[in-house]
């Protein structure tokens, strides 16, 4: 079966952009989440929805970040007004149940630079 | 705030020798202690697991060791191969949070 998708897979931004990178997560999974990757760096945590809930914000680094998943599927997390610090490798992952303990699929990243 | 302090940043071994991979945790709300594995390019990928009820969990070549007065726990690779060559992060939950705070990594290359 298909696993998590992410879309584009590389974007390049001038300064002041805005952008929209997509995930698609495995079909049925009820929890997604946002990870941005810096460079040599691990995951670090953005947002986490339940359906199309969106109930932990708390990692979104200000407020040009937004994230939504309307339909409780296909999520976008948004950029407005890029900066240099935003470049990074943003992951979605999805996850079939609603415990820590649930196993994390993760897809394989847009990786965002800014100039 | 630094709650999964991972070491070390990176390491060489030699094919058929044991990579370890150590993780420090500061929080003991910590129930589920997962290690991912990532290639270049490719995100990362659940490598094994435990739950701190025990102190060591195997799967193959792959094992956990947890030890809980500690707050440690470590990734032990037997007979390393080069196909292991990846980037392991090690991971907690926050308790009450659906979200994983992920270790800084570790670079492994297993040398032919």
């Known amino acids: 079966g298909a696993g998590v998708s992410q879309s584009p897979r590389y974007k390049v931004a001038k300064r002041g952009q805005d952008v929209a990178l997509r995930c698609d997560p495995i079909s049925g999974h009820v929890s997604l989440f946002w990870y941005q990757q810096a460079l040599g760096q691990g995951p670090e945590f953005l947002t986490y929805f339940q359906n199309e809930a969106q109930l932990d914000k708390s990692g979104l680094p200000s407020d040009r970040f937004f994230a939504e998943r309307p339909e409780g599927s296909v999520s976008t997390l948004k950029i407005q007004r890029t900066q240099q610090e935003d470049s990074a490798v943003y992951l979605c992952?999805?996850?079939?149940?609603?415990?820590?303990?649930?196993?994390?699929?993760f897809g394989p990243g847009t990786r965002l630079t800014v100039l | 705030q630094q709650q999964v302090k991972q070491s070390p940043q990176s390491l060489i071994v030699q094919k058929g020798g044991i990579s370890i991979i150590n993780c420090a945790y500061e929080n003991t709300a910590f129930d589920y202690f997962p290690w991912y594995q990532q290639f270049p390019g490719k995100g990362p990928a659940l490598l094994i697991a435990?739950?701190?009820?025990?102190s060591e969990k195997k799967e193959g070549r792959f094992t956990i060791s947890f030890n809980k007065s500690a707050k440690q726990f470590s990734l032990h690779i037997m007979d390393s191969q080069p196909g292991d060559s990846a980037t392991y992060f090690c991971?907690?939950?926050?308790?009450?949070?659906?979200?994983?705070?992920f270790g800084q990594g570790t670079r492994l290359t297993i040398n032919p």
């Open positions: 992952a999805s996850s079939s149940g609603l415990f820590t303990y649930n196993e994390q699929f």
């Open positions: 991971a907690a939950p926050i308790q009450g949070a659906q979200k994983l705070v």
């Open positions: 435990i739950r701190p009820d025990v």
